[in-house]
């Protein structure tokens, strides 16, 4: 993605984040808070809303100031724009839903340490234009977004036998809400994508999710 | 230290571990003096979940409800009623008070006749046990809370590389742990900058980084090049953002926050060696086509976290 390439359609970046880059499934990136707050669908909702804001957000930053930040400090700088927007998210938060920032606080706070943002940074939005950027970092949040609401909601239903606290399973396998139960989870929603996506691709030979570690 | 290999020193951490489950057992106690009146109170201890056991250094002549005060630390006016009072063997009591007593906390009994007073706490080096085993087995980082898993998975495929990187981890962490702690002890909570919490610390671990990266370089070349890719990775790992936030929470003490670091530092060094001796006997397997990769490791993963939740029944203060 040179400087001299036309950016993606807004679409087309939308379509990327969600399916094809997704952070979670498929690039297997900041894979802590996707274990850690999925126990049921509103946490991953609120954590997912959390980094959604604090992508775009951050994605704008950059792109509108990327002339001026020299290239040899760049990744400092990126982290203290994302330590900023992840501040103030993290406080309206805690002002707006205290319950729900309760049980998730810890988590909104780690956003400043996930690799998704800051590698969108690097990669996208320190190269493109406000509005391509804007859609990279729209795109890749709600893929987080979604990723994190399959993964609550399947936890949930199977974990306490209800879907955004609204009972439906009478006998629910309390494994699943455990820890280690999340950790399955994943491995289960994992590879039911990679199925898919082989079968979508008619037995091509792909790189399985995962293939490639960004810390 | 430069060719001590990272393989053969994580063979003492399970060792040191053991030392440790060993070190209150070695301290010693004093045998209770036969006759005569009580002079002291030798020990006290709390026993779940409401009584209390005093051993005297001769036997009590009084032992009725009346000749014992208790009280909280927190509040030494308020007396808990103590509602029986039973005396063992060799000058032992044992109070029953009408409260659920923590272990951790501290109390304060105090008896009339002969007047004698104690302070009922645990140990320092018993909170700081605990405090340690906690972070570095009951609530493993990685296992139960989740944390630092990009490098947990991103790492772990070969035993040597796994372990190295669990070394520079506990040490890095110790130093950032120890670094944010005191910023924010002696910076932002006179000041009120809380709300700074996660701009500073994050730009300490990342300082803090950089300089143990360029004094190395610098004065022991050989261990950098051994160490070195795995410092610059180490900004990237929750967990070193974690354990200051958790400790600034607590509002720890500088012994409370260096054994939080030590163990959580110990407790994924620990994990991420478990995992890769796993992953390294993987390789030989046959995974199906679609849990190739990732899926199994997070079911491997999983296994282990199974395991883990064993240690929740770990519980040093009872």
Redesign the interface.
């Known amino acids: 993605m040179s400087d001299t390439a036309p950016p993606p359609g807004p679409l087309q970046l939308l379509v990327n984040g969600i399916l094809h880059e997704n952070p979670v499934f498929r690039l297997?990136?900041?894979?802590?808070?996707a274990?850690?707050v999925t126990t049921t669908v509103l946490n991953g909702l609120i954590l997912g809303v959390a980094v959604l804001a604090v992508q775009v957000l951050s994605s704008v930053t950059v792109a509108l100031v990327r002339g001026a930040i020299h290239p040899r400090v760049r990744i400092?700088v990126y982290?203290?724009i994302i330590?900023?927007w992840?501040?103030a998210i993290?406080?309206t938060l805690a002002a707006f839903f205290p319950a729900l920032y309760a049980q998730v606080g810890?988590y909104v706070?780690?956003i400043?340490?996930?690799?998704i943002i800051?590698s969108r940074l690097e990669v996208f939005a320190s190269r493109q234009p406000l509005v391509p950027s804007f859609f990279d970092g729209l795109g890749m949040g709600l893929g987080f977004l979604l990723a994190l609401v399959t993964i609550g909601a399947f936890r949930e239903l199977l974990g306490n036998g209800s879907f955004a606290g609204i009972a439906l399973v009478p006998r629910p396998l309390l494994f699943f809400a455990?820890?280690?139960?999340?950790?399955?989870s994943?491995?289960?929603l994992?590879?039911?994508f990679?199925?898919i996506d082989?079968a979508a691709s008619g037995g091509a030979k792909r790189p399985?999710?995962?293939?490639s570690?960004?810390? | 230290m430069a060719d001590l290999r990272p393989a053969r020193a994580a063979a003492f951490v399970p060792l040191a571990i053991v030392a440790l489950f060993a070190l209150p057992a070695l301290r010693p106690t004093p045998l209770p003096a036969q006759g005569g009146t009580p002079h002291a109170i030798v020990n006290a201890r709390v026993l779940a979940p409401d009584r209390v056991r005093l051993q005297f250094d001769a036997p009590l002549a009084r032992t009725d409800a009346a000749n014992f005060r208790f009280t909280e630390g927190s509040a030494p006016d308020a007396p808990v009623p103590v509602t029986h009072v039973e005396s063992g063997p060799d000058g032992s009591v044992t109070l029953t008070v009408a409260q659920t007593l923590r272990a951790s906390e501290r109390y304060h009994v105090e008896v009339s006749e002969p007047p004698l007073s104690r302070d009922v706490a645990p140990s320092a080096w018993m909170l700081l046990l605990t405090v340690f085993l906690s972070s570095a087995l009951i609530n493993n980082f990685v296992?139960?809370?989740?944390?630092?898993?990009?490098?947990f998975?991103?790492v772990s495929k070969r035993v040597e590389t796994a372990v190295g990187m669990g070394i520079t981890f506990t040490a890095v962490m110790v130093f950032t742990a120890m670094s944010s702690w005191a910023v924010d002890t002696f910076v932002l909570q006179p000041h009120h900058l809380g709300?700074?919490?996660?701009?500073v610390f994050?730009?300490t671990v990342?300082a803090v980084v950089q300089f143990l990266d360029t004094m190395l370089k610098k004065t022991h070349p050989a261990l950098h090049k051994g160490f070195g890719v795995y410092l610059m990775?180490i900004?990237?790992?929750?967990i070193?953002?974690?354990v200051p936030?958790?400790n600034a929470?607590a509002h720890a003490s500088l012994p409370e926050a260096f054994s939080l670091a030590l163990g959580s530092g110990l407790g994924f060094l620990l994990a991420i060696f478990l995992m890769s001796s796993a992953r390294e006997k993987m390789e030989l397997a046959r995974v199906?086509?679609?849990?190739?990769?990732?899926?199994?490791?997070?079911?491997l993963?999983?296994?282990f976290?199974?395991a883990f939740?064993g240690f929740s029944g770990l519980d040093f203060l009872r």
């Open positions: 297997a990136l900041s894979l802590c808070p274990v850690a400092p982290t203290i330590a900023v992840v501040s993290d406080m810890l706070k780690l400043v340490a996930f690799a800051i455990l820890p280690a139960g999340g950790f399955f994943i491995a289960l994992m590879a039911f990679n199925r082989r399985a999710a995962g293939g570690h960004h810390g | 296992f139960t809370r989740y944390l630092g898993l990009c490098i998975f991103g709300f700074l919490q996660v701009l994050i730009g990342a990775l900004t990237t790992n929750c070193i953002l974690a936030l958790i929470q199906p086509k679609s849990f190739e990769g990732l899926p199994i490791a997070f079911a993963a999983g296994l976290a199974l939740m």
